[in-house]
């Protein structure tokens, strides 16, 4: 039985789906049951519960060969402290491995998680890596995944009006954009693997993107001009906040891009066939970005 956990999310509903389309077992866990019934329609076992719940989280991983852990990805944009529901979730994550005896795991992770400061919420993953690392007994595969494509989504109304994107990444810097769905079946892929040991394993997507040629695809794709216009990570943290992102949500935000900017996140891995995976941003473009450009 593989356990899949916020399974309604983008990766980990990837990551059941393609479970379940090569014959295996599949246990979905998340709170909404009502949303997880598209996975039981096509076999898997519903499991109601709330990550944050030691006890529930603990019940949900018994019995499992091997489990895709997830702390919630997005921000809560209005939470007070999002670094501690981030540690109250990995301590109730941790705790329910520990006690539930599931020998295997595969966590997301995201790259820049090496660095246990300066790099928004992943800095929640570092902590997170180290904690469940430490649990005597269970092989966990870390996926450290790149910079998802789906964030691109966030520019679909500046492309729409304006026919640009802001962002404050540099123009040239680069980025290994992945979709979540490649992440899901890594994940589903490494929960059928043997045991290996505790091990880390970074996915880059197919190449890096700078923002200037995630503009010009764009721009070839919907057959118009656009054009990548960076604002300052100040302007972008300011933004944010006249939006009523919380204070300690919007200076997370904004060291993203600065960590970025100054190379303090990046991947280690060199690219090869473990850490490339195969859709391309041309691709996403076509298949997701377009599509949901034209579809208001």
């Known amino acids: 039985m593989h356990v899949i956990t916020g399974a309604t999310g983008r990766t980990?509903?990837?990551?059941?789906?393609?479970?379940?389309?090569?014959g295996h077992p599949?246990?979905?866990v998340g709170r909404d049951s009502r949303r997880l019934a598209p996975l039981a329609e096509r076999g898997a076992q519903v499991h109601q519960?709330?990550?944050?719940?030691?006890?529930?989280?603990?019940?949900?991983?018994?019995?499992?060969?091997?489990?895709?852990l997830v702390i919630q990805p997005n921000y809560i944009p209005d939470h007070p402290d999002?670094?501690?529901?981030?540690?109250?979730?990995?301590?109730?994550?941790?705790?329910?491995?520990?006690?539930?005896?599931?020998?295997?795991?595969?966590?997301?992770?995201?790259?820049g998680a090496q660095h246990p400061a300066g790099t928004g919420p992943v800095a929640g993953l570092h902590r997170f890596e180290n904690r469940l690392s430490a649990v005597a007994g269970v092989d966990v595969t870390w996926l450290?995944?790149?910079?998802?494509?789906?964030?691109?989504?966030?520019?679909?109304?500046?492309?729409?009006?304006d026919r640009r994107i802001v962002a404050p990444f540099d123009p040239d810097a680069p980025l290994p954009l992945?979709?979540?769905?490649?992440?899901?079946?890594?994940?589903?892929?490494?929960?059928?693997?043997?045991?290996?040991?505790?091990?880390?394993?970074e996915l880059h997507g197919p190449r890096d993107v700078t923002m200037n040629e995630v503009a010009s695809v764009i721009a070839t794709a919907i057959e118009q001009p656009v054009t990548y216009e960076r604002c300052t990570v100040e302007a972008f943290h300011d933004r944010l906040r006249e939006a009523g992102v919380a204070a300690g949500v919007a200076a997370m935000m904004a060291e993203v891009p600065h960590a970025v900017n100054t190379g303090h996140l990046r991947t280690i891995q060199p690219r090869n066939p473990d850490t490339t995976t195969p859709t391309s941003l041309e691709t996403f473009v076509e298949t997701t970005f377009v599509p949901a450009l034209t579809a208001s």
């Open 12 to 22: 980990s509903r990837a990551a059941a789906s393609h479970l379940l389309d090569h």
């Open 26 to 28: 599949v246990r979905a």
């Open 49 to 68: 519960a709330d990550q944050g719940d030691p006890a529930a989280m603990t019940t949900a991983l018994r019995g499992a060969d091997a489990a895709y």
């Open 82 to 111: 999002f670094a501690a529901f981030q540690d109250r979730a990995a301590a109730a994550l941790t705790d329910a491995v520990a006690r539930s005896g599931v020998p295997r795991v595969v966590a997301l992770s995201s790259w």
């Open 144 to 161: 450290r995944a790149g910079y998802y494509m789906e964030n691109l989504l966030d520019h679909l109304d500046s492309v729409r009006t």
């Open 178 to 201: 992945i979709t979540t769905s490649d992440v899901g079946i890594a994940a589903a892929e490494e929960l059928t693997r043997p045991r290996s040991g505790t091990r880390i394993r």
